[in-house]
Structure formats: C-alpha cells, structure tokens
C-alpha cells in the first residue's frame, strides 16, 4: 500500500483525508491582489493547498517560441514570451503570497518549469514542489528538484508507464516522499480520455509514492471517481470566476465547486467505511417498519397443523421473521390463533406432521 508523507504539517496516505490542491496557475492574471483573493477563497472552500507556477521565460523558450506572435482573446502580450512574462510574478510578490497564504492558514508551493524557477522557488522554502506533465521527461530538472529535500509531486499527462517508471526510480534513492499524479494533458480533456484505473495501474507499480489526480476536466465528480480508486492527492484549476480572460479559466472550478468538491471526499472517505458490514441504530426502526413477521392467516384452533395456506408474512416485522418460514410450516399449533395473530416458535410443537 502507498506510505504516508507529510506536507507542511499534513499528513498524506491511506486513511487520511484526501489532499486537495487549488490550482491557480496564471488565473491570477498577473496581478496580485487577485491571486491574494483566489487564495482566500481556496482556504474558504476547504482546500489544503494553493498552487502558482513559476517560469523563467527568457531561457524556457527559444528565441522563436518567445517572439512567436500571440494575438488572441487570451492573451496578455503581443508575443507568447511577452505573455507568458505579463503573469509572472515576482520575488516581492511571491515573498507576500507566501506571507498571506500562511496568515491565512494554506499551504502555498509551487511548479518550477526550470532549473532557475526551482532556484527561485526555493528561497521562500516551500513545503512541496510539483513537476508539470511536460517535464516528466526533463531528468535534470528531476533530479534538481529532487533533492531539495521536499516532497514532490509529479503530474503524468502525455506520458507512457516507462516514462513514469523512469522518473520514480529517479526520485525515490535521492528522495522517498513522492506523489505520481494521473493527469491528461487535455484542457480540458474529453471523459473518455481521462483514464481514472491508471490511478489503480500506479498502485501497484509504484507502492512507494502516494497516487493522485490531476484532473483538467471541469467538474468535480470525476475526482470523487479518482478518489474511490485510490487517489489520496486531488488537484483541479481554480478561479473566482470562469467566465474571466484566461487559457484556464473555463475548466478552472469556482468557489462554489471546489466547496463541494472538498465536502464530497470528506463524506467519501467517511462513507467508504472500514468493509465491514454492521447494522446502525438508525437502521433498526425503518427495518423493522419494513421488514415482515409471520401471523396466521386466518382463524385456527389448537392442535392445527400449518399448512402454507394458514401463514402470511406481514409488515412491521416486529414479530418472527419470515426467514422463519419453512421452520413453521408443518408444525402443529399448541394454542388457537386469531386471524393475522403473531406465530411465535413457542407455540407450535417440536414434531414436525410426517411426511405424506
């Protein structure tokens, strides 16, 4: 079974509660007092976790993919280098989310797309790291990353078993506290695309790192489907409002989604129980009102032997249960019977009529 890891005082694993992670992303839009809001309504919602992103763009991209032009209703910059720098933030701003998500009460980390973002990321010494699906095969950046020391979380999407596999065994001699996410680097992703067993595929194949979903579609209950299947680490997008400019805001949960989305795991893994199967108090009422007993269907006298003719089953079964039946056919009854009497195993002889 998956082991235990702690993020910032959390513990992770089997029979805690699910791990939600707020993704922010760039739904901040670059501006700080916006991320400071969608901060603020994560923890509202009952999210464990907020996460940004961070990129060093001048040495992410090749010249041409940073001057490629980038003129469209999502766009913050005339090229996609210019862009992806308008919803960057800084040290500064970086230093005060920090600070507000821990005033707060929310873990605040990171996805560090590069050598220097990890770099970065690391002087405000955040609890976790994450490695976005494109990075699956970036060993360096990895094994970089890795040794920090911290847990990392790695998201799976477009990759094979062997690229998984290739990265565990990288983590795991440098660092034991690892989380495989299952993610489809769809956005969103069509359901038939999502693939939520691989979360059962990574349990078993990798029984030293927590399994979890990150999961672009825009819904909540596919990630409950996760859960049940045994992710323990739950992320999803998230904004204040979808409707606003930005690659993904649409798939992106509101407050009122991601609220329900922490309460569904919650219930689901109180529900889920611990496979036993008991009878409640509050069970025994409405069985009782439902359940049947057997009564004599009409007027008999003493020394009548029953025949299935002479007993029903009738509700409440607040007498002897019908799973009492063939016991009582048969018998020989030791007292009269009034119609719809009770039948109770004390007045019938012990003999059985022979068989004809």
Do not use: W
Request: with cysteine.
């Amino acid at each position: 079974m998956p082991r235990e890891i702690v993020i910032d005082g959390r513990t992770i694993g089997e029979q805690a509660p699910c791990y939600v992670i707020a993704e922010i992303g760039a739904n901040h839009q670059g501006d700080l007092a916006k991320a400071r809001d969608i901060i603020r309504a994560a923890k509202l919602a009952g999210a464990d976790a907020v996460k940004f992103q961070k990129r060093h763009n001048r040495t992410l991209y090749t010249r041409e993919a940073f001057d490629r032009p980038y003129e469209n209703r999502n766009s913050y910059g005339a090229t996609y280098g210019l862009h992806r720098e308008a919803l960057e933030l800084d040290r500064a701003q970086f230093a005060e989310l920090t600070a507000y998500a821990r005033e707060v009460g929310i873990t605040l980390f990171s996805t560090a797309f590069d050598i220097a973002s990890a770099d970065f990321l690391a002087q405000f010494d955040p609890p976790a790291y994450k490695i976005a699906s494109g990075d699956l095969r970036t060993l360096p950046l990895i094994r970089h990353v890795a040794r920090f020391g911290k847990p990392v979380i790695i998201s799976t999407g477009g990759a094979t078993l062997d690229d998984v596999r290739r990265a565990y065994e990288l983590i795991l001699p440098i660092n034991s506290q690892l989380v495989i996410m299952q993610c489809t680097s769809g956005y969103p992703p069509e359901f038939d695309q999502l693939d939520l067993r691989v979360i059962e595929t990574y349990r078993r194949e990798f029984p030293e790192a927590i399994i979890g979903l990150s999961s672009h579609d825009s819904g909540i209950a596919m990630a409950l489907v996760g859960y049940v299947l045994g992710a323990r680490v739950i992320e999803k997008h998230f904004t204040l409002n979808r409707a606003l400019k930005g690659t993904d805001q649409a798939f992106s949960l509101e407050p009122g989604g991601m609220t329900k989305l922490v309460r569904d795991l919650h219930r689901a893994q109180v529900a889920l129980g611990d496979g036993v199967k008991k009878v409640y108090p509050a069970e025994v009422d409405p069985i009782v009102k439902m359940s049947k007993k057997l009564v004599a269907a009409r007027a008999l006298p003493a020394g009548h032997v029953l025949d299935p003719a002479d007993v029903e089953m009738r509700s409440p079964g607040d007498g002897l249960s019908a799973m009492h039946y063939d016991e009582v056919v048969g018998r020989r009854l030791n007292v009269p019977l009034a119609v719809e009497a009770d039948i109770t195993l004390e007045m019938l002889s012990d003999q059985r009529r022979a068989a004809e």
